[in-house]
């Protein structure tokens, strides 16, 4: 079993910025792949990035290219989202999930543990 716990989220204007993280508790949080996923009110949940276990390939959905950057610190078993000029549309819960996968990675069926989430809002 692996224990997701995500924090960081909050209210903050749009073309500001936070930072996401996800600590990790349970089984080696380094043989994971790690992602982050987000669901608006209305909407399926969708993939917003991804990164290896070793943390040397990343992945990111078109929407948040350029401006959303993901890390992790295995040292710390944590999983960070850096999000920068932040839109309105960005405004969603964001969880965050582990894989034992190496490919699929913006897929929910190909993770195998997931956080509660953590409300990200973003206003005009």
């Known amino acids: 079993q692996v224990q997701l716990v995500e924090s960081g989220g909050e209210l903050v204007q749009a073309g500001g910025s936070l930072r996401l993280s996800c600590a990790a508790s349970?089984?080696?949080?380094?043989?994971?792949?790690m992602g982050w996923f987000r669901q608006a009110p209305g909407k399926e949940r969708e993939a917003v990035a991804a990164i290896s276990w070793s943390g040397d390939r990343t992945y990111y959905a078109d929407s948040v290219k350029g401006r959303f950057t993901i890390s992790r610190d295995n040292a710390k078993n944590t999983v960070y989202l850096q999000m920068n000029s932040l839109k309105p549309d960005d405004t969603a819960v964001y969880y965050c999930?582990?894989?034992?996968?190496?490919?699929?990675?913006?897929?929910?069926?190909?993770?195998?543990?997931w956080g509660q989430g953590t409300q990200v809002t973003v206003s005009s």
């Open positions: 999930a582990a894989s034992q996968l190496s490919e699929a990675w913006g897929y929910s069926y190909a993770y195998d543990y």
């Open positions: 349970g089984r080696t949080f380094s043989a994971y792949r």
